[in-house]
């Protein structure tokens, strides 16, 4: 139980056709709090059967909801909207609670995850096609943007709001009707998220959350030939499963995959902006989040200025339970998580690296970890093969522009970059060469609902936020219109 202001957006059933549903078909499974093992609640695991339901759900509402015009859906997600914006407090102790993250933090993403709802509110009411110079006389070249139709989202747990946002807002706004399958980590953001649509007047059928086990249930959704669309965001590993799941019906996708983001430090970058821009990027979140820097390069003549300034901001940092006033980093999220990020530094030190600052389990125990710098860390070493996906900064000494490009670009992700450099010319040819979906200069922080979010490589397809987010989610039909 977390203890809310507003009771009703403790919700721990699945939401299908309006209506919680508490029984699970496969039985159900108990969320804890990853700062103290905490349990939270009982959430029931859908079967098949229960998926299935929930799509031809979505495919029925779709009917009505996809005749309606922008402007009324626009409407009513400006009034979602709203509801989010009043209940942040609650939203954020839900997502603390589930996901670890720091309160200010979780407040922060409820505000982001808003944004992205404000935003395809706005965008709804612009879907707009062309009339283009025909062939022949007497004849017109029609385009009408119309909806996918039913979208499955399957979403991440380092994210818990901002990730659901970004697809159930423009596949709303776009008239698309949607079933969302949250991470299993995470599922109480997601189900107070769609009790507030549900008040803002999102009609039964329309959104819909299943939780559960991820196979099962993930096999339903890629299989399901009423569904049109699936949005996922998570790893690269599961991505591809699920493009290949889907390959048998053909469905439309758009993948927000691994990341394994270069950071680099030019010698005449300003020190102290670049360790403030590297500490937004790679310790929010404890480092989770697939646009941490996870690579990063800095050339000689700055090395040991950045090295030392860095190491001894993030030792300053405050670790804890993340409803504790001034913390600034919570707990990694499982066991696998603090194993992982203890098997990074393991190799990087057996292959010659020095800890600079950090380097083990936190003493706080569980999942906690201290923040750590690694120095004298080499392109070979797992750590820069591998995405870390949690508070570790890996430093790479470097000498010249050629070389950091290709290090920076010897990888098979491409989802964000980042830059710190102060010539112009340089800023430009490094941001063209470095092959990525973003590019933050002299900035840790990009993500905002303006802006278009996606990968090149194998980080994904598809862009999510920005006036781009919304095609997405909509199909181009062209008439062909003879005697017009
Ligand atoms: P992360 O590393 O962030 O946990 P994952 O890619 O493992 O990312 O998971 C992201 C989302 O994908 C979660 O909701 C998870 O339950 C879901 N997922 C994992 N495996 C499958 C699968 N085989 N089919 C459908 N969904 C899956």
């Known amino acids: ?21 508490t029984q699970g078909s496969e039985g159900a499974r108990t969320l804890r709090n ?3 093992g905490e349990a939270l609640g009982e959430i029931p695991s859908l079967g098949a059967e229960q998926t299935r339901a929930a799509i031809e759900a979505a495919h029925r509402a779709g009917v009505e909801w996809r005749a309606r015009t922008g402007k009324e859906r626009a409407i009513i997600l400006r009034r979602w909207f709203d509801l989010i914006t009043e209940a942040s407090d609650d939203l954020a102790r839900l997502m603390t609670s589930e996901q670890g993250k720091p309160f200010a933090e979780a407040k922060g993403e409820v505000a982001y995850a808003a944004s992205f709802i404000e935003w395809f509110a706005e965008e709804a009411k612009r879907v707009k096609g062309d009339v283009m110079a ?4 007497g004849r017109r070249i029609v385009t009408l943007k119309e909806p996918v139709g039913v979208c499955v989202a399957i979403t991440p747990w380092n994210f818990p709001a901002a990730m659901i946002t970004r697809k159930a807002g423009p596949a709303l706004a776009a008239g698309c009707t949607m079933v969302i399958k949250p991470a299993e980590q995470t599922p109480l953001t997601a189900l107070a998220l769609v009790e507030l649509a549900h008040r803002a007047g999102v009609p039964a059928g329309v ?17 399901n030939p009423l569904v049109r669309k699936i949005t996922f965001t998570g790893s690269t590993e599961v991505g591809r499963i699920l493009i290949a799941q ?16 270069p950071f680099i430090v030019f010698d005449d970058a300003d020190v102290d902006e670049a360790v403030a821009g590297l500490i937004a990027t790679k310790y929010r979140n404890t480092g989770q989040a697939c646009i941490s820097a996870n690579r990063v390069y800095v050339q000689d003549g700055i090395y040991d200025a950045f090295a030392s300034a860095l190491a001894e901001a ?14 600034q980093q919570g707990p990694l999220i499982d066991q696998g998580a603090v194993d992982k990020v203890e098997a990074h530094i393991a190799d990087a030190v057996g292959a010659g690296a020095t800890v600079a ?17 690694l120095t004298g860390v080499t392109q070979d070493m797992l750590i820069c093969r591998e995405e870390t996906f949690g508070p570790v900064a890996p430093l790479i000494r470097f000498q010249d522009e050629a070389e950091v490009i290709r290090l920076a670009n010897d990888t098979e992700y491409g989802l964000a970059a980042y830059l710190f450099a102060k010539e112009a010319s340089r800023i430009w040819r490094v941001a063209a060469a470095l092959e990525a979906g973003m590019v933050g200069i002299n900035t840790g922080l990009i993500s905002n609902e303006v802006a278009p979010f996606g990968g090149v490589k194998q980080s994904g397809l ?11 989610y909509l199909e181009l039909k062209y008439l062909a219109w003879n005697g017009a």
């Open 1 to 21: 139980m977390v203890d809310l202001q507003d009771k009703s957006l403790f919700r721990t059933a699945a939401f299908v056709d309006g209506e919680w549903v």
């Open 134 to 137: 025909a062939t022949e006389r």
């Open 314 to 327: 993030v030792g300053k940092l405050k670790v804890g339970n993340g409803f504790e006033p001034g913390v």
């Open 34 to 36: 990853p700062a103290n």
């Open 207 to 223: 959104l819909n959350v299943v939780t559960g086990r991820s196979r099962v249930i993930g096999a339903e959704l890629t299989g």
């Open 357 to 373: 600052q950090g380097g083990k389990r936190h003493e706080l125990g569980g999942f906690f970890f201290e923040p750590t710098v």
């Open 462 to 472: 598809g862009r999510e936020g920005s006036i781009y987010g919304i095609d997405e």
């Open 246 to 261: 889907s390959s048998e019906t053909i469905k439309k996708l758009s993948m927000e995959l691994g990341g394994n983001a």
